[in-house]
């Protein structure tokens, strides 16, 4: 949150959430309608931000994509929870299990693409090879979590 807190006035830092806040509760309200550009001005939101702070990678971009990634997952489920079928206790446990790996692989990988952006790249052959691991690591886990 490092360019909210670079922000010129709390106005320009709050307002824009206030907003998505209520985006997400007539989300809720009406049947996840709008769920996802929601998410999209919330991203987008953050960019601006980021943009307007200057300075380059911002360290919290991981930790955002996270929340966001939460956001989204948890406001579908309690969307769907609210269909009258109910779906089977092992199914809830296997889906939270499934959310909660997913944020946590997210969130190390995304830290791993940050850190290395920052980095210059007159650094050589040894950072070169740790990105490629990193892009391998963050496929193999994406294809990990699909097939749970």
Do not use: K, N, Q
């Not at 997210?106 to 740790?130: E, N, Q």
């Amino acid at each position: 949150m490092d360019a909210l807190a670079r922000a010129p006035s709390p106005v320009v830092a709050f307002v824009p959430g206030l907003g998505l806040g209520a985006m997400l509760l007539v989300t809720a309200l009406f049947r996840g309608g709008g769920l996802g550009a929601a998410l999209f001005l919330a991203g987008a939101t953050y960019v601006a931000a980021v943009a307007a702070a200057g300075g380059g990678a911002d360290a919290s971009a991981p930790l955002v994509a996270v929340l966001l990634l939460l956001c989204g997952e948890l406001a579908a489920w309690s969307v769907d929870e609210r269909f009258e079928i109910r779906a089977e206790p092992d199914l809830a446990w296997r889906r939270g299990i499934s959310v909660t790996a997913l944020a946590l692989a997210g969130l190390a990988v995304a830290t791993v693409v940050v850190a290395l952006s920052a980095v210059p790249s007159s650094h050589g052959l040894g950072w070169t090879v740790l990105g490629a691991a990193a892009a391998v690591g963050a496929t193999g886990t994406a294809i990990w979590v699909a097939r749970r």
